[in-house]
């Protein structure tokens, strides 16, 4: 019984757990979802709300960082996202692309410019 408790089982248990909590309300989601409209005016409210949400903390991350990202300066930080913007709309609005090229951006410049 150890076996299962030790080791690389303690990492299978875990996904199994956060699995079964979580997929079935997903799946109820998709299936209450299939006759909903969504150019509703409360759809189009709650998209506005979430895209206002993540705008917020976005700039929030910019402007006022906590933990290791507030060791990194504002230029560096600005710099990178600046360049995740313009690496989105070159990508033809690809948020892979953007995430990807700022967040390396970041890094490589924490790396190579700072002493």
């Given amino acids: 019984m150890s076996g299962f408790v030790h080791g ?3 990492y299978l248990w ?7 909590a ?10 209450l979802s299939i006759n909903i409209r969504t150019d509703s005016e409360v759809l189009v409210w709650v998209r506005l ?7 917020g903390l976005v700039t929030r991350m910019l402007l006022l960082p906590a933990g290791a990202l507030a060791s990194v300066p504002l230029e560096m930080r600005l710099g990178s ?3 995740g913007c313009c690496m989105f709309f070159l990508a033809r ?10 967040g390396a951006a970041l890094v490589l410049a924490q790396y190579f410019l700072q002493p």
Wanted: with cysteine; net charge positive.
């Fill in 8 to 10: 690389n089982w303690s």
């Fill in 14 to 20: 875990l996904f199994l757990a956060g699995f079964c």
């Fill in 22 to 31: 979580t997929q079935p309300w997903r799946y109820l989601g998709v299936i």
């Fill in 49 to 55: 709300v979430s895209t206002a949400l993540v705008a």
């Fill in 81 to 83: 996202f600046l360049l």
């Fill in 93 to 102: 609005k690809s948020l892979a692309a953007g995430v990807f090229s700022g």
